[in-house]
Structures are given as C-alpha cells and as structure tokens.
C-alpha cells in the first residue's frame, strides 16, 4: 500500500497530538474532531481498509477496539458511552488508507448516523 499521513505519524515524521500508544497501537487527536473527545486508534502496521484485513489481522484489529475501550476507561467516560466507528471506502467515508477506529465521546451521539 502507498504511505499515508498516519504512518508518517507512526514514524514520528510529521507531528500529532499523541494520547495513547502501545507497542502494536497508536493514538491521537483528529485534527478536525466532531465531538469533545475525538482520537483516532490506528495499528502501527498499516493495513489500508477493512476490506484489506486479513485472518492474521484479527488479532491486531482487537487490539485496535481493545485500546479504544482501555482508552476510554483511563479518561473516564466508559460508563457514560462513547461511539467507535471504522469508515471503509467512498461511501463509508474513508479519507485516510491507513485503517483507524475512531473514538467519539463527551457529547449524546445520534442514530441513525448521517
Ligand atoms: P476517515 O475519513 O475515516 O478516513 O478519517 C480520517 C480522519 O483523519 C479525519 O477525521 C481527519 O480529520 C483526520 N486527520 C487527517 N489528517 C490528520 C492529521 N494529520 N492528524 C490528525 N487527524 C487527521
């Protein structure tokens, strides 16, 4: 796959506002947040899309939602909810080929999404 922005931001080429990283995840502000608390949880090792994941992925794609969820306790607003959300493609929304999980919180979020 080409490189992207985030994995310049893995290899600490381009500056992010870092919140969260272990040794396979990384995690940082979205630049353009729609809601209070806005991190993108993305795997060290790029893998482009969800449709790219593969059965050796699994295990790393848990530990994306796994750090989501690790995340959100530490800052304290697991049991008040948040949202996760992984865009795939056009009409998902993707914008970034380095596959993420968005983490929303700190506001009621809507369903159906737009
Ligand atoms: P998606 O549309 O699901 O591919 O999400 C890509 C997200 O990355 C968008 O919400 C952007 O605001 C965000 N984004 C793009 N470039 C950066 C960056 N350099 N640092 C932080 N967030 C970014």
Redo the contacts with the bound molecule.
Sequence with gaps: MSDT??SK?VRRE?P??IVYENDDVLA?????P?APV?V?FIPKRAVATLNDAIATDAELLGKLLLASAEYARQQGFAEQGYRT?I?CNDD??????HL?V?LLAGRRMTWPPG
């Design positions: 922005i985030f931001i381009i992010a506002d940082f502000r979205d630049l353009n729609q806005h993108l959300v865009n998902g929304g993707q914008t970034v080929f993420h968005h």
